[in-house]
């Protein structure tokens, strides 16, 4: 992993009074679901410490942390490596979004108030300016930003637990995929137009089905767009030694 992307973990999740340990887990854990890392970047303890300050202890009690919540696999040698999903893995991991997800907004629906609405509308006007000026980490971004004033609205901590944990691993595939999901006209791009129209008019059920929606078409697009761990070599040679040495 480049110097760069370390020093692009944001610190906005050192709440006051944390020790340092759990300060250095929840940025790490901040970057992935917001696709600092791609995959196979590789996050190691000494970089780590340097770019946040700290000794390694933190860094290495982290990469533990997130280790044992499927976000990196962890070497011998204590560098994490992000790992890179296989089909089947993704799509699992889409069903349980496609039904935890629209459950939040479920929830959050009567919960929303005139200012929450406000604030989703002016996240949809941005989402729109970012799209216009071709920033997809911006567009990333505020898609994030949208969804999870939802989730939180949801007030289901347990739930919201559980789809961090998932954006865990959806972070970096769809960091690697930026561009390819912001070339994809306005209208497919996502549903949030059509959710915030629902909860308008409090229908957390209309605007649970528009997330549904929206997640199943993503998960189909990246399917046919992007390369998956195991998938066979581009070109559909079979991997074999004669075709390998043949492709170089």
Do not use: C, N
Not at 1 to 12: G, H, N, Q
Not at 52 to 60: E, K, N, Q, V, Y
């Amino acid at each position: 992993m480049t110097a760069m992307l370390i020093s692009t973990i944001p610190d906005t999740a050192d709440p006051a009074g944390l020790p340092l340990e759990e300060q250095t887990y929840r940025r790490l854990r901040q970057a992935l679901m917001e696709g600092v890392f791609a995959p196979g970047d590789k996050l190691s303890i000494r970089r780590i410490a340097e770019a946040l300050g700290t000794s390694p202890m933190p860094a290495r009690t982290a990469l533990r942390r997130l280790a044992a919540e499927q976000a990196v696999d962890v070497m011998p040698s204590g560098t994490a490596i992000v790992p890179r999903l296989t089909r089947a893995a993704f799509q699992e991991m889409a069903a349980i979004r496609a039904a935890l997800e629209p459950l939040a907004i479920r929830l959050a629906a009567p919960r929303l108030t005139a200012p929450a609405l406000q604030q989703l509308q002016a996240l949809l006007d941005e989402h729109a300016a970012a799209r216009a000026s071709s920033q997809p980490e911006d567009f990333l971004r505020v898609d994030r930003d949208f969804l999870f004033a939802l989730y939180r609205a949801a007030g289901a901590p347990t739930l919201l637990g559980m789809i961090e944990a998932l954006w865990l691993r959806r972070g970096p595939l769809f960091w690697e995929a930026r561009w390819v999901l912001m070339a994809r006209p306005a209208e497919a791009a996502h549903r949030h137009a059509q959710i915030l129209a629902a909860l308008q008019r409090g229908d957390g059920e209309a605007a649970a089905g528009e997330l549904e929606t929206e997640i199943t078409a993503a998960t189909g697009f990246l399917l046919a767009e992007m390369r998956f761990a195991g998938d066979p070599p581009p070109g559909g040679l079979a991997a074999l030694p004669g075709k390998r040495r043949a492709a170089r």
